[in-house]
């Protein structure tokens, strides 16, 4: 019996080849789209908190901050003798690395490129993970001068130089030029998705002398010793700065202290909010779908119901016309959410490409909405075949 | 009544709907019918015709009475019960033809059979076989919309006795037709009588049509008015 009534069922879907491709149609295009969001957006979490780990798990990030309440004013920026007090006071500090950065355009003959320009010392390198592919990094008596060299980040090389060795010559940046003397390993994208890899790094001195004209520093690098606590180093710190700071007892911190875990967390957990996001709207489009499915069978349903009286006439039993349909659902419905987990792969795959982003396979996701699909084709499908197979046979095959 | 009726109805009533808005179309109808018959129900519109052969056909039940099919109580059934006399037992064919539409007369000739669980080689090659004794040899393939009015109910009578059932059971069977091609459904349904002794019950209100059987039953306001037997011999 069951395979008789699987021919009948198969013979059905492809007698009505309009109707099965209008309901695979919608379960194709809901389930298709619920895993193609959510495996972006997983793939642009892992992305983001991948990004985060080669930042390096010991990095502490120090900007000025707003106090909040009444008279309130920017913070004030950090000065040379913060980083100073800082290398002599937290003892777990192996790198403590002064930042200035303003955007500029760097020169090189006829070509020019719109960069940021960083001023800061040799721990910079050490604490942003950098390695130099050529050349050297900055001299103390460099460091000291305020002399202009610069080590350049690969996209600028790229830009200015394209395959030549960029070290040795000099590029100009706004009044002054400057001797390329380093240029760094290219790193990719920041988990902000900026390009790390466009920058120039100079000596602070340079920077604050010859592009900000000031001694701010505005913000603070620090990587912790292997093996030291880093919540330690970060209480040290944030005790040390409200010193120099004048902050009183009962005032907020007017600065902010970050670790890369902290960051980590609030990056992904942005991710993971808009992951959660673009499930709920591709979810409404395997609804959606759903009810299409669920049009398109009780516009049939006057079609169908006669063709359940025949059936009945002709001598089928109530319980085979019923598995006939629910054969039918499911076989429609899994095929629809087949084809969809089949284009989801397909799209996502493509569109990690395209985005940057890691595609990962998420079986939950695949099985959930498979099932979900699968779910509403039989109870579309086969709740409205019951009750026409319910009906008496003659009032099944009368009905207008 | 010395040897057992095929069918044989008794004190049988319908009653549609309720209460205020009941409507007895079955006012107590008796009937016998033999192995072998050709019988017309005849009867103007509203006469209960159509409800009896439904009842008589196993589609719907009577309210009340009892109805007897090769001595088993028919009203006493189980709805799948029932389902399996109809496909063993009766054969049918109606005024809208009601084949399965996009489905080729071969498939639909051999539905009843995929019910009754024949293999496929042996589906296929009765199923021919009735599409051929209806003279659509060469039309398996068509589907009810490839055909004319007079070919779907060709189709519609292989299907009925493909399986080679005891009764036949027709309502208004030519009654989509011109007059043409009604005699020549007629002249088939009478073949199927003659020659293979198939018990044919049919309704129509076509006098012409009724000339084909040889007992004649009268329905009139939901009882048998008259039933007699058509003078001219099979």
């Known amino acids: ?400 | 009544m010395s040897d057992p009726a095929l069918i044989r109805l008794s004190a049988i009533t319908k009653t549609f709907g309720r209460g205020q808005a009941a409507f007895q179309a079955l006012k107590g109808i008796d009937l016998a019918i033999e192995a072998g018959e050709f019988v017309a129900i005849m009867g103007p519109s509203g006469s209960g015709k159509s409800t009896a052969m439904n009842i008589l056909g196993c589609l719907d039940t009577p309210t009340s009475g009892s109805y007897e099919f090769e001595g088993v109580r028919v009203e006493q059934l189980s709805r799948n019960q029932r389902a399996l006399l109809r496909r063993h037992y009766l054969g049918f064919v109606f005024q809208g033809f009601n084949l399965l539409a996009r489905t080729t007369a071969l498939e639909n000739v051999e539905l009843p059979l995929i019910y009754r669980g024949e293999p496929a080689a042996a589906r296929h090659a009765a199923a021919r076989a009735a599409l051929e004794q209806v003279g659509l040899a060469g039309w398996e393939h068509h589907t009810p919309g490839e055909l004319s009015g007079g070919q779907q109910q060709r189709v519609a009578i292989a299907r009925a006795i493909v399986t080679r059932p005891h009764v036949l059971l027709a309502d208004e069977p030519t009654g989509n037709l011109d007059t043409h091609t009604g005699e020549e459904i007629m002249d088939l349904i009478g073949a199927l009588n003659r020659d293979q002794g198939i018990t044919v019950l049919m309704v129509t209100h076509e006098p012409d049509m009724a000339a084909h059987a040889k007992r004649v039953v009268r329905f009139v306001d939901g009882r048998v008015d008259s039933d007699r037997r058509n003078g001219e011999p099979a």
């Open chain 1, 1 to 400: 019996m069951l395979w008789n009534t699987l021919l009948l069922a198969l013979r059905s879907i492809r007698r009505n080849l309009m109707r099965s491709f209008l309901t695979i149609l919608g379960i194709v295009i809901g389930v298709a789209a619920v895993i193609t969001m959510v495996t972006l957006g997983n793939g642009a979490t892992r992305a983001v908190s991948d990004q985060i780990s080669s930042m390096g798990s010991n990095l502490l990030m120090v900007r000025p901050g707003q106090r909040y309440g009444p008279g309130t004013e920017a913070a004030p920026n950090f000065k040379s003798a913060d980083v100073e007090a800082i290398r002599n006071q937290i003892t777990s500090a192996q790198a403590v690395a002064p930042v200035v950065s303003m955007s500029a355009t760097a020169v090189y003959q006829a070509r020019n490129w719109s960069t940021v320009v960083t001023g800061s010392n040799n721990d910079y390198f050490q604490a942003g993970n950098w390695e130099l592919a050529a050349g050297r990094s900055f001299s103390e008596t460099e460091e000291r001068a305020g002399k202009t060299v610069c080590v350049i980040g690969d996209t600028v090389r790229d830009k200015l130089f394209g395959g030549q060795n960029p070290v040795g010559s000099e590029i100009r940046i706004k009044q002054f030029s400057c001797e390329v003397i380093g240029l760094l390993k290219a790193k990719g994208q920041s988990a902000m998705g900026s390009d790390q890899d466009d920058t120039v790094v100079m000596p602070l001195r340079t920077v604050q002398r010859r592009l900000t004209g000031s001694q701010d520093i505005n913000r603070l690098s620090l990587s912790v010793r292997e093996g030291a606590s880093i919540d330690a180093a970060k209480d040290q710190l944030t005790l040390l700065l409200r010193e120099r700071r004048n902050i009183a007892e009962n005032e907020d911190d007017d600065f902010r202290v970050m670790d890369t875990r902290q960051i980590a967390e609030t990056l992904t957990s942005t991710t993971k909010i808009l992951t959660m996001l673009l499930g709920a709207v591709a979810a409404v489009s395997l609804l959606v779908g759903g009810i299409g499915i669920m049009n398109i069978m009780l516009v049939s349903v006057t079609e169908r119901t006669r063709e359940i009286g025949i059936r009945l006439a002709i001598g089928a039993l109530e319980r085979e016309v019923l598995l006939q349909f629910l054969i039918e659902a499911v076989v429609l419905s899994s095929l629809g959410g087949l084809i969809g987990i089949v284009i989801a792969t397909a799209a996502s795959i493509f569109l990690a490409g395209l985005m940057n982003v890691p595609y990962l396979f998420d079986p939950g996701i695949n099985l959930l909405s498979f099932f979900f699909s699968a779910a509403i084709g039989v109870m579309f499908g086969f709740f409205p075949a019951r009750r026409a197979a319910s009906l008496n046979p003659i009032d099944a095959l009368r009905h207008e």
